[in-house]
DNA sequence: AAGATCACG
DNA sequence: GACGTACGTGATCTTC
């Protein structure tokens, strides 16, 4: 890479996995302002803070292991495999402890399948051969078989350098020696076996006398004691093993090497954003004493620090036409440890598009557009069966050559630029912003590259500011830079003239795509400071950023859909319908659109003279179901019919023929798109198509879901929480009798029937049981008289009355209700459980209508919110649960307290124990969280 | 582009 | 005292 701007003397090697762990348990519990634990992070500020004082280095990075299973895991599966997971309070550090690396302008290293410490290793040797002297921040005994003359550990906490004499204290032998001892001893906590009966002191003892492990399994037989003499013989394959086990790799093929590791100064502000903003003011003073940063008493940066400056510069804009320039801006960027990307393609549909070009931005007003598929004519992807997976993307049919030079501008071959580009998108050491990234995560990953770590504007952007405005990033643009971005439709065009953005001439191309991800780069540097500032960060770090990349994993997958089970269906309804229609005009005496509530309003209210007409506001009759069914009950038989009908239509319309229209002829399956910002209390949203309102409440319609199957030698596992709303309003408002209820696992809705209506269980009439469900959804709701009476078709007086007793029942849900609304007044919103702020529109309004909308929404948002965080973080979950337990089974869909997976025949029933484990501990409350599941060949099946 | 309707949790 | 109301979505169709 980069020639080395200063010379390799002083190598510092922090092991950064190593030391969150151990500040973690030595430091006490202590929590940002807005409540995550941070005290591992705090211990690994002041430790970075000291080091760099005390040791002085010219090169030196942070190493971290990665999760996930290893190389040593080929050849010998159970290494490390009973590792009890990490406590609650230190999974959120490990996110921070990253940015906080970025924060202290220190390289972040890290590589799937090997270990920090071998990673660790690789460098150290690669150090000294330079001559370099390397010092290792960590106190794993792991490390110690790398100290040399050149190559020291530093015990940050204890502050104790460990050399060869503290390694012979540790070990009973030099430090070129106690690979051999580690194998003979084994490690229970790693799982290493060693020799059964031998420990450290024996071990040290034995290759003392024999020299090394080699020669003692070789001489084996000499040993005077017999027990041991037999271990040695009987385990000597157990300790070969061993003994690779603990060697650390020194030959990793790493990305970046150890020159690249130039020692930076911080920036003061980044580093006193991120300090000030966890919370660590002793820590911002000496930072602030020691740079001069622009810090206000609040601890939060001042404007004008060039983060607002919008003059941006398209002479900084940078067209990428050649291998050399690419791997220029790829160099910055890695040097840089943060970039924005953008994707230009030819469809706003992830799961189809074409990839056009690449937009990276490395510093706001620096910008460079990669264009990569301009000119080279029109849709010739990939032919259908590429073999490759979800829309895979076959290279060797890309470009197209027979289109006419001329038109083609010159261009990086896309396979080259995706050569080039996929160690920097991947590296987990840099940060990947983009705005709406989950489009380019699907985009890359259908081009072979798996895009991480990353951080995503929009929802940054919806985790601090709700739904009060948009997020998209023209809005945004304009709501925090006061800058108006150059609009899609100015560089291609809309309506029917609309161009792809292939046919975009280069020039404009180059001006719009790098302007978006220079506009992503500066939106970041002002929203993720708010992230901690706002307290936002627990429900940004452990729920929104780690459920994108498991949103666009379940999209690309998509579900498969039997098209002529669609077809059968549509036929069927279309027969009927026009049978029905048929019915309706004679019964109407004439013929009008069935689908045209007002020409049906005139028939009914008008012609015919049905009583029982209102009007809507806009002065057209009301046609509503409710209506119609009110009208039927008359005796009315054409209101009826036209029930039957809109049923039909409506299944026939948004159902079996659109469903059809979805089907990607890449992958035969359908993939929907998750909104992750799109509804207000934090549940996800579902569109083109919308895959969480497939019908399942009528006979008819739930015919639909006998068209969602499994893929071959596959089942469909659903599996869904029972209650979890009620469960969480028994939670969240202390209902020690819901509570009780739920423990025993009891029936909810008979349970309070039983009590507010004093019946016994055994023998309930179901009419009292509806009765009393439809309170409890109710209460949910924020409920009215009026609401409840039009629900259950009672006098709004008996309906006051059944509401009065169940506040009697449950006392402490008025209080919750009253609490809800309290706060929402004063705060103009409420939280979740898990942090989530959820902003009240109209809570203060002086129209009283608007305002009780407002104060039921602040008693529903909690609920239904909390519901939602509970879901994401079984979402975030079950995947990695999935593959530990060495299953294949993939998630498929999310439908608000429903997951619906595939899975291999012959491990569904295995999934569905992990499934149904995950998401019961996904939270722990004071009622037990229940989760059933169903396996089927269809989703129908399977519910 | 808005409103009505209706599918889901 | 009268408003009007269950909470949260997205798709389709008609009408303007």
Excluded at 156 to 173: L, S, Y
Excluded at 636 to 644: E, G, M, Y
């Amino acid at each position: 890479m980069t020639d080395s701007a200063q010379p390799l003397r002083r190598v510092v090697l922090v092991d950064g996995s190593g030391f969150i762990f151990r500040a973690f348990h030595a430091l006490p519990p202590m929590s940002s302002p807005d409540g995550i634990p941070v005290n591992a992070v705090y211990g690994f500020c002041t430790m970075l803070m000291k080091l760099r004082e005390d040791t002085r280095p010219d090169h030196m990075a942070v190493i971290f292991d990665t999760k996930g299973k290893t190389f040593r895991n080929d050849f010998y599966p159970a290494y490390k495999a009973h590792r009890p997971p990490p406590p609650e309070e230190l999974i959120p550090q490990f996110g921070l402890i990253r940015d906080a690396v970025r924060a202290f302008n220190l390289p972040s290293i890290e590589l799937e399948g090997f270990e920090a410490d071998d990673l660790i290793a690789t460098y150290a040797r690669q150090a000294e051969a330079q001559g370099a002297h390397v010092i290792i921040v960590s106190s794993d005994k792991d490390l110690m078989q790398l100290v040399t003359d050149r190559v020291e550990m530093f015990d940050a906490m204890k502050n104790r350098t460990i050399r060869a004499a503290e390694v012979m204290e540790k070990f009973g032998v030099a430090p070129n020696k106690v690979i051999d001892v580690q194998a003979l001893a084994g490690d229970a906590v790693d799982n290493v076996p060693g020799v059964p009966g031998i420990g450290v002191k024996t071990a040290a003892q034995l290759i003392d006398e024999y020299g090394d492990l080699d020669s003692l399994l070789e001489r084996a037989g000499e040993i005077k004691q017999p027990k041991r003499r037999e271990k040695l013989i009987e385990n000597a394959d157990l300790a070969r093993i061993s003994r690779d086990l603990v060697t650390l790799k020194t030959d990793v093929p790493v990305t970046h090497p150890v020159d690249d590791f130039d020692l930076l100064e911080p920036d003061p502000d980044v580093l006193l954003a991120f300090i000030a903003t966890h919370g660590f003011k002793s820590l911002a003073a000496k930072v602030k004493a020691k740079y001069s940063g622009t810090v206000d008493a609040n601890g939060l940066t001042e404007a004008g620090t060039g983060v607002n400056d919008v003059s941006v510069t398209k002479a900084q804009y940078e067209l990428v036409q050649d291998e050399e320039r690419l791997k220029h801006w790829i160099a910055q960027a890695d040097y840089e440890g943060t970039l924005a990307v953008d994707t230009e393609t030819t469809s706003l549909n992830a799961h189809q598009a074409k990839l056009v070009g690449i937009s990276i931005s490395i510093k706001p007003g620096e910008a460079c557009y990669i264009p990569l598929g301009h000119g080279l004519g029109d849709d010739d992807v990939a032919p259908v069966a590429t073999g490759a997976a979800q829309g895979g993307f076959d290279f060797d049919s890309e470009p197209k050559e027979a289109a006419p030079a001329k038109d083609i501008p010159k261009q990086i071959p896309l396979k080259r630029a995706i050569e080039l580009l996929k160690p920097l998108l991947e590296d987990r050491g840099i940060l990947k912003v983009g705005q709406n990234i989950k489009y380019d995560k699907i985009i890359f990953a259908r081009y072979g590259i798996d895009v991480a770590p990353i951080d995503d504007t929009m929802v940054l952007s919806y985790v601090l500011d709700g739904t009060s405005h948009g997020h998209g990033m023209d809005e945004l643009a304009d709501l925090h830079l006061g800058y108006k971005t150059i609009k899609f439709a100015d560089v291609a065009g809309s309506g029917k003239k609309q161009i792809t953005f292939d046919q975009v001439p280069l020039d404009k191309a180059l001006d719009y795509a790098a302007e978006d991800a220079d506009i992503t780069l500066r939106l970041h540097r002002i929203l993720k400071p708010r992230i901690a500032q706002e307290h936002m960060a627990s429900v940004y770090e452990t729920l929104d950023r780690p459920l994108v990349p498991v949103l666009a994993k379940m999209e690309g997958i998509g579900v498969k859909i039997d098209a002529d089970i669609l077809r059968n269906l549509s036929s069927d309804f279309a027969t009927r319908m026009a049978v029905l229609e048929k019915t309706i005009h004679e019964m109407a005496g004439e013929p009008f659109n069935l689908g045209s509530p007002k020409q049906l309003g005139e028939i009914l209210f008008e012609k015919m003279s049905l009583t029982g007409g209102k009007k809507t506001k806009t002065g057209a009759w009301q046609t509503g179901a409710d209506v119609l069914e009110g009208l039927a009950a008359q005796g009315h038989d054409l209101p009826a019919r036209i029930l039957d009908w809109r049923q039909l239509s409506k299944l026939k319309s948004t159902y079996t023929d659109a469903l059809a229209t979805h089907i990607n002829p890449k992958t035969g399956r359908v993939h929907t798109s998750y909104g992750q910002t799109n509804v207000n209390t934090g549940r996800l949203s579902s569109n083109e198509p919308n895959l969480q309102n497939i019908p399942i409440r009528s006979e008819e319609g739930r015919k639909i879901r006998t068209a969602f199957i499994a893929d071959k030698g596959c089942k469909l596992i659903s599996a869904d929480y029972s209650q979890i709303e009620l469960r969480l309003l028994a939670h969240v408002a202390e209902i020690d009798a819901l509570r009780t209820a739920f423990k025993n696992g009891e029936d909810i809705h008979a349970s309070t029937a039983s009590k507010v209506f004093g019946v016994p269980i055994e023998g309930m009439d179901p009419m009292v049981r509806r009765k009393a469900k439809a309170i409890n959804f109710g209460i949910i709701y924020g409920i009215s008289a009026f609401g409840l009476a039009n629900q259950l078709g009672i006098p709004q007086k008996e309906a006051k009355a059944f509401i009065e007793a169940y506040f009697e029942i449950y006392p402490g849900i008025r209080d919750y209700m009253e609490r809800a609304k309290d706060f929402a007044k004063t705060h103009g919103m409420v939280r979740t459980l898990f942090g989530r702020k959820i902003y009240i529109n109209g809570i203060n309004d002086k129209n009283g209508m608007r305002r009780s909308f407002g104060e039921r929404a602040a008693i529903n948002a909690p609920i239904q919110g909390g519901a939602a965080d509970i879901i994401k973080r079984a979402m975030i979950a079950v995947p990695d649960a999935l593959t530990d337990a060495g299953l294949k089974t993939r998630m498929l869909l999310q439908v608000h307290d429903e997951l619906i997976f595939e899975a291999p025949d012959d491990e569904a029933e295995r999934a569905v124990k992990v499934i149904r484990d995950v998401m019961e501990n996904a939270a722990h409350l004071t009622v037990p969280l229940i989760a059933d599941a169903g396996i089927g060949n269809s989703w129908a099946d399977a519910h």
